[in-house]
């Protein structure tokens, strides 16, 4: 068995300290005058977007353009009902097919408050099933604690998905925001075997959702991963990781479970050399075979209990400071979302093949001409934010850049200045906008961190 937790601090001090102050000025203000509550939440139940602009200016003549009680009162906001204990909940993807999600909600849930979230994917042909099973290994204070939701196929799970699985996998968490009341920064993703695969991938491509991942003998199926892993990895940064695998017997092995533990130590290895927060758990057969504390639906075997302190460990984890230094490798336009920072599609053709045979020249270093490969068909992002400037490169990437600031970065009016890739592209001042931030709430069903300015910079020219 191995642990290797790493404990990162990110960010600029003295950003740090304005975010600070800036964030006791919002706590300390007075709660949003009654109206204004009741505007916000007439604007988020509009489903007409003409009924929502002259709401959203009503709002902003309420609040006398002040952002600050109109966040307050966006963060206040109910605006979720009482449910069944069980349900559907249908999602329109972009192509107009329509995907289901199953949940279970906690046995008291009370729609006025947050509930963690534990989304798990499928080795199922029924989510209803991949949800029984993935509570069995639960004790029953996380399942009376958490919210569980099920997709009735993985979206965005492999490292070779269609270039929609992306778009479709945001949908699919917009509406089961919109239905159900949950943390978003206590969302956490949980699988075994091909599920856990699943989760390895959705949790690297979509790393700005999750606080933290909690995998069962699954490792990510990407190609060349000695070389490929180490970069996949870093955007897993802000999420705690827990692997748990099998060890292989000194007699005999199927060679999934050799397969699985041969790269979760390699892993763990390199997660440490990342900075990445990962606790690799090695157990002997016997111990995965610990029976659920629930029987399992026929036809199933008994899944282990995660009553380890490692799981409770994870499941107290929250997402960071909204704010801090971000990156991120990725494929598609969707893939590229780091928070306050997101890439839009490739420039140039993007790598869509599923297969992928790199053949090193003579004379050169082979693992490192296939890492070059390798990054020459992804794109790169990163970005920080360093007080009055922010600073973004990239690789391969983008045919534009958005910048979604935080309402407490831009409370005040300031100057700003954008540099990408060492080249200054906004110089302004900016400040918080009452209509963009209810209208990217709206959008993204994000209401616990309101945003108050958004910047979308082109390959050529810019638009506030």
């Known amino acids: 068995m191995s642990a290797v937790p790493i404990r990162i601090t990110k960010g600029n001090a ?28 007439a604007y988020f139940r509009e489903y007409e977007s003409k009924t929502r602009d002259k709401t959203a200016k009503e709002i902003k003549e309420s609040a006398h353009g002040d952002a600050a009680p109109v966040a307050e009162a966006v963060r206040n906001a109910r605006l979720w009902e009482s449910l069944p204990h069980s349900g559907e909940i249908l999602t329109t993807l972009p192509n107009k097919q329509q995907i289901r999600a199953v949940y279970s909600l906690p046995k008291e849930y009370d729609p006025a408050r947050p509930y963690p979230l534990i989304w798990c994917t499928s080795n199922e042909a029924h989510p209803e099933l991949t949800i ?4 069995a290994r639960f004790d029953s204070q996380v399942v009376n604690e958490f919210v569980f939701v099920a997709p009735e196929r993985n979206l965005d799970g492999e490292f070779h998905p269609k270039m929609d699985e992306p778009a479709a996998f945001e949908a699919m968490m917009c509406d089961v925001r919109r239905k159900i009341h949950t943390d978003s920064d206590r969302w956490f993703i949980v699988g075994a075997d091909n599920g856990g695969d699943a989760a390895w991938m959705t949790a690297i491509w979509h790393a700005h959702v999750f606080a933290g991942a909690i995998v069962i003998s699954g490792y990510p199926h990407v190609p060349y991963p000695e070389q490929l892993d180490p ?21 005999a092995s199927d060679d999934r479970t ?3 533990a041969m790269h979760n130590r390699a892993l763990v290895t390199m997660a440490k050399n990342a900075n990445v927060s990962l606790t690799g758990l090695e157990l002997r057969d016997s111990t995965m075979a610990k029976s659920t504390p629930t029987p399992a639906p026929a036809g199933h075997t008994a899944a282990p209990i995660l009553d380890r302190p490692e799981v409770d460990t994870v499941l107290k984890h929250r997402r960071p400071d909204s704010a801090g230094p971000v990156s991120r490798w990725f494929r598609y336009a969707g893939q590229g979302n780091a928070g306050w920072l997101e890439g839009g599609s490739r420039t140039g053709e993007p790598w869509t093949a599923d297969t992928i045979s790199i053949a090193p020249s003579s ?16 794109s790169d992002l990163s970005g920080e934010i360093k007080d009055q400037r922010i600073e973004i490169t990239s690789r391969d990437c983008c045919s534009s850049i958005t910048l979604r600031l935080p309402v407490e970065l831009v409370a005040t009016p300031r100057k700003l200045t954008v540099r990408w890739n060492d080249r200054t592209r906004f110089d302004a001042e900016v400040h918080a906008d009452i209509a963009t931030m209810l209208s990217e709430a709206y959008e993204h069903w994000e209401l616990q961190h309101p945003i108050g300015c958004k910047i979308t910079l082109r390959s050529q020219g810019e638009e506030k």
């Open 258 to 260: 050799i397969r699985v």
């Open 132 to 135: 029984l099973n993935c509570q």
């Open 14 to 41: 003295n950003f740090a300290l304005m975010i600070f102050a800036v964030a006791i000025n919002f706590v300390l203000a007075a709660e949003p005058p009654q109206e204004l509550q009741r505007q916000v939440e």
């Open 363 to 378: 004379g050169v270093d082979a693992s490192d001409f296939i890492t070059d490969v390798l990054k020459s068909k992804l």
């Open 231 to 251: 970069l996949l990895l870093e955007n897993l940064r802000d999420v705690a990781i827990l692997s748990i695998w099998t060890a292989p017997s000194e007699k």
